[in-house]
């Protein structure tokens, strides 16, 4: 283990030298013509400065070169204030954009306007789920569900549906919407989306620092939300727990416990970070998030990120890649060849930030994007 631990050190080193090694600006295309420059390896969310109107769209190809602001580009126009998520639904990108009150539909072709969802009353659209062929749920902040079209025309939203909690993360399977709030998982028939046969799994909810993490699907059709363990008020690990949607509860819980850092010898896990994200993999095996682990006094800080993952199978955790010279990230994604992207916004003073790339081989490619980048999107696996 020792051994292991001084190999991990030494990897760390060498990262942080590489991270530099590639460093791509981008520039805007002003042709339009997208397809002129090969194939998009990620598509990158933008949530842009609030009230600035600087929500956007990136593109980064496969030849590295990078697009900042692609609908910008395309509708000479901005997509929107504050852009939170995106969604492949029936071919089309639906984009939510929580202070415009606003869905915006985009073609993931020529990345041109198909048309907007204006809300008409107060709200804050998050995430999107598809619950038929026509229509989908929109999650908001203001203790709402929003039923939409996504099919044209696209019009106003169809229906405001109260419900008991705020909700940002959902999924849909099994004719059901499932939500993760702070009181617990709300469970809604698709058929009945509505406040009065909400059901709730207190056992899975979220807290400030896993609000950020989304639910995630397995190749058994098994629901995973991640959360803190706690005890005595102290956050002592993560712990993954499964939802079978069928019978409505926790089938299975796996903890990945903190050693105290004090106490901890470099390459242990001692704690979670800020802005926790989770990704799993496209045969729906392995579930990845995000922790710190201690590094050697040597390297002149105490800790760093770090990605684990578990297998959905058997429940083991697992070191998978360490993160060095990123503190602040805001997203993060695992692209389907396995290799780690993160989204840095550096000082939060509205300048453009960067996705960092970390490649198997220990590379670290930085492609600047757009205002405050927070989701990494692989248009090959989604």
């Not at 009065?196 to 190749?219: F, G, H, P, Q």
Request: aromatic content about 10%; glycine content about 8%.
């Amino acid at each position: 283990m020792r051994s292991k631990r001084l190999f991990r050190c030494a990897v760390a080193l060498w990262l942080c030298a590489s991270v530099l090694a590639c460093d791509k600006e981008g520039t805007p295309y002003p042709g339009g013509d997208f397809s002129k420059l090969g194939e998009i390896e990620a598509l990158v969310l933008n949530e842009g400065r609030i009230n600035t109107n600087t929500g956007g769209i990136s593109l980064i190809y496969k030849d590295k070169n990078v697009i900042a602001d692609v609908f910008q580009e395309v509708n000479q126009r901005p997509l929107g204030d504050v852009a939170q998520s995106i969604t492949m639904i029936n071919g089309k990108y639906f984009v939510a954009l929580d202070n415009s009150k606003k869905i915006e539909v985009v073609d993931p072709r020529t990345f041109a306007s198909l048309g907007t969802i204006f809300y008409e009353q107060a709200g804050s659209p998050r995430q999107i789920v598809p619950i038929s062929d026509t229509e989908a749920v929109v999650s908001d902040l203001r203790q709402q569900l929003v039923r939409i079209r996504t099919v044209p025309p696209y019009g106003k939203p169809l229906e405001y549906i109260s419900v008991p909690r705020w909700i940002e993360y959902l999924v849909s399977t099994g004719n059901k919407v499932f939500g993760m709030t702070q009181g617990g998982l709300y469970v809604f028939d698709v058929k009945a989306i509505n406040k009065a046969s909400a059901r709730v799994i207190k056992e899975v909810y979220n807290e400030e620092y896993t609000k950020t993490c989304r639910m995630l699907v397995d190749k058994n059709g098994m629901i995973w939300g991640l959360m803190n363990r706690k005890e005595a008020g102290a956050v002592t690990g993560v712990t993954l727990k499964c939802v079978d949607p069928a019978r409505e509860k926790v089938v299975r819980s796996h903890t990945l416990p903190f050693e105290k850092p004090e106490n901890a010898t470099a390459g242990e896990v001692i704690g979670h970070i800020n802005y926790n994200r989770t990704d799993i993999d496209p045969t729906g095996t392995w579930i990845y998030f995000n922790v710190k682990t201690r590094v050697a006094e040597t390297q002149g800080t105490k800790e760093q990120q770090s990605v684990y993952r578990m297998n959905v199978d058997t429940g083991e955790f697992e070191h998978y890649y360490d993160l060095p010279g990123v503190g602040m990230m805001f997203g993060f994604a695992v692209s389907p060849d396995g290799e780690v992207y993160l989204c840095d916004c550096l000082d939060y003073t509205a300048q453009r930030g960067y996705v960092r790339h970390y490649l198997k081989d220990g590379t670290v490619l930085s492609h600047r994007v757009g205002i405050y980048p927070s989701q990494v999107y692989f248009p090959e696996c989604r």
